[in-house]
């Protein structure tokens, strides 16, 4: 059983349009993160999510919105998509906020074209 | 600001070693080193906590110079399995309540037979 999963692997959509990636950790953890990884591999914390109650928000435009409907899922929804945002994009979680630990997911390939 | 890490590519022979260095122009409260393999998820490897730390897991150590605000992973006898792309993850002391990690570009590691 993969303990964190992000759906779905790939996405190519086009400009303009608006998508959700989901996570879903089995680990019953209480803190959940969505990371980017740039084309320069650098991977930048978004937001970080523990019992569903936002913690971290960096500064992200306001297009981007997480969705914590409960402590085992943290969903990406991204309105009005633009170039930029193509990236990898990947979720985590730690068992709580002080955690040494991440659980990453194996990622979601986003393409805008 | 992320910490930077060199180098950003090393190739090995089976059984070569291999530094990994990584520093940071701020304070730092800890450094976490992870692992990548093409196409999948980043795998925790270890944390530093304290100046001078050093950590062993099977042939692969780390220190934490907190002075000099940098550490280093060190690869002992490469296995094939090593190949993959090496981040580290640093925690500033500025850090709020919530862990927030900043990631490096990352190295990557490529081990021939």
């Known amino acids: 059983d993969t303990a964190v999963s992000q759906t779905p692997k790939y996405l190519v959509t086009q400009m303009g349009n608006d998508k959700s990636i989901k996570c879903e950790q089995n680990?019953?953890?209480?803190?959940m993160y969505w990371y980017k990884q740039d084309s320069k591999k650098f991977l930048k914390i978004m937001f970080s999510?523990?019992?569903?109650?936002?913690?971290i928000n960096e500064t992200v435009p306001n297009r981007f919105s997480p969705k914590s409907p409960d402590k085992a899922h943290l969903n990406l929804h991204i309105n009005s998509l633009e170039l930029g945002d193509s990236a990898v994009y990947f979720c985590?979680?730690?068992?709580?906020?002080?955690?040494?630990?991440?659980?990453f997911g194996s990622g979601t390939q986003l393409s805008v074209l | 600001q992320q910490p930077v890490q060199s180098p950003q590519a090393v190739i090995l022979r089976e059984g070569e070693d291999a530094v990994i260095n990584c520093s940071s122009s701020?304070?730092?409260?800890?450094v976490h080193w992870y692992r990548q393999k093409h196409g999948e998820a980043p795998v925790f490897l270890m944390i530093?906590?304290?100046?001078?730390e050093q950590k062993g897991h099977d042939k692969i150590s780390a220190s934490f110079n907190e002075k000099k605000q940098q550490s280093s992973l060190y690869l002992t006898a490469s296995q094939l399995s090593y190949s993959g792309t090496y981040f580290c993850?640093?925690?500033?002391?500025?850090?709020?309540?919530?862990?927030?990690?900043?990631f490096g570009s990352g190295t990557q590691l490529t081990v021939l037979p």
């Open positions: 985590a979680s730690s068992q709580n906020r002080a955690s040494e630990k991440l659980f």
């Open positions: 530093l906590l304290k100046g001078g």
């Open positions: 999510y523990n019992n569903k109650e936002l913690i």
């Open positions: 993850g640093t925690e500033r002391r500025d850090s709020g309540s919530a862990r927030q990690l900043t």
């Open positions: 701020k304070a730092l409260y800890s």
């Open positions: 680990l019953g953890h209480d803190t």
